[in-house]
């Protein structure tokens, strides 16, 4: 007798909702362990994130404040692994969107009012775009791993950024700090009177409708879907699939591009070190936890905001390091692929012929 893993012909329709909940249960249940091993009420630690997170409207505008860059850069991702290429790059990427923005930002000067927030847009866009393509194009021409690629460039662009804040346009007037002059007024993002949130919410939001209505509303949305299923179909389909990894890629690069655009532009006013915690990277669990839902990725990216604030929130309340949250969102990854897993596969048990003839063997 032995345990195999056998493909499931179809999903229960719940599965995935299901799955969801199952895998948050344990991810808290994880950390509560956790929390109780460091001299941490575990039950008094989450209530404390939940009123950091959402106890009010401040809280609750703070927590869309981290959310918004997640959604942007969990949509690019996505979209990548709606089509079975793994953007593993959206930092880099969302750096490079970052750094390009900037660049027209610092020059507002010489730029008319009313085009300094829309050619930062563009730029961001663009040099997103590049950075995803260039993986892509190995892939598709080339043969050549786009996790490998879009993973190592992360760091060069990271570093790129450290080079321009250290360096060229770092503030003569900063007493020392890397980062760059402020940005003038015109390239600002708008924001809700009172608050930190700004119209980068708006454009993640427009961006997520955007992505839902081509993937399920148009031929292309289609045809993509198609070449992430079954490759082999979508070539005799006539796709040209070395073109839609290359414009596929560049495309998601180009949104994480937005992802930075939005965060300087919105809250950091100024290009700086270390100006994302992450987000690229986050952006991954966002996309797996959504199920590759450009609605669900909303959602989720709300849950990841208010763990990021009510994290911070508990670190002043209990002296934890913030750290703790990341801790809860791998932990949710792992259960989340785990409840895939089981999800995809179901358990069989095979009786092998030789253990039932020696079984027969050993009766009589």
Request: glycine share 14%; charged share 10%; hydrophobic share 50%.
């Amino acid at each position: 007798m032995r345990i195999i893993l056998e493909k499931r012909l179809k999903a229960p329709a719940c599965a995935g909702l299901l799955n969801f909940i199952v895998s948050l249960l344990l991810a808290l249940i994880f950390g509560a362990v956790l929390l109780k091993a460091a001299g941490h009420a575990p039950l008094q630690a989450y209530l404390q994130m939940l009123k950091g997170a959402f106890g009010g409207g401040y809280e609750l505008t703070e927590t869309l404040v981290k959310t918004t860059p997640l959604i942007i850069a969990g949509l690019a991702v996505g979209l990548s692994f709606r089509v079975a290429l793994w953007n593993i790059g959206a930092e880099g990427q969302i750096y490079l969107g970052a750094a390009a923005a900037s660049f027209v930002a610092l020059r507002a000067e010489a730029i008319p009012d009313f085009l300094t927030l829309p050619l930062m847009g563009l730029a961001a866009f663009a040099a997103g775009a590049v950075w995803g393509g260039i993986p892509g194009f190995l892939r598709a021409y080339l043969g050549v791993s786009e996790i490998l690629t879009s993973l190592m460039m992360n760091y060069i662009a990271v570093f790129f950024v450290d080079y321009l804040v250290y360096g060229p346009w770092k503030d003569p007037k900063g007493y020392g700090f890397p980062l760059t002059p402020a940005f003038l007024a015109e390239a600002h993002l708008p924001a809700f009177p009172g608050v930190r949130l700004h119209f980068g919410l708006v454009i993640g939001l427009l961006l997520v409708f955007l992505v839902w209505y081509v993937m399920t509303r148009t031929r292309w949305g289609y045809e993509l879907r198609v070449s992430g299923g079954n490759p082999r179909a979508a070539r005799y389909g006539g796709v040209n699939l070395p073109g839609t990894i290359l414009l596929v890629m560049a495309l998601s690069g180009g949104i994480a591009g937005l992802a930075g655009f939005s965060e300087i532009a919105g809250i950091q006013h100024r290009l700086q070190h270390g100006f994302s915690p992450g987000y690229g990277y986050t952006a991954i669990i966002i996309a797996w936890l959504s199920s590759l839902n450009p609605l669900g990725t909303v959602l989720v990216s709300v849950l990841f905001g208010g763990l990021l604030v009510g994290s911070e929130q508990l670190q002043i309340s209990t002296g934890l390091p913030t750290a703790f949250s990341y801790l809860l969102q791998g932990s949710l990854l792992f259960f989340i692929l785990g409840g895939e897993l089981f999800r995809t596969y179901q358990l069989k048990i095979v009786h092998d012929k030789t253990s039932r003839e020696t079984g027969g063997a050993h009766d009589g």
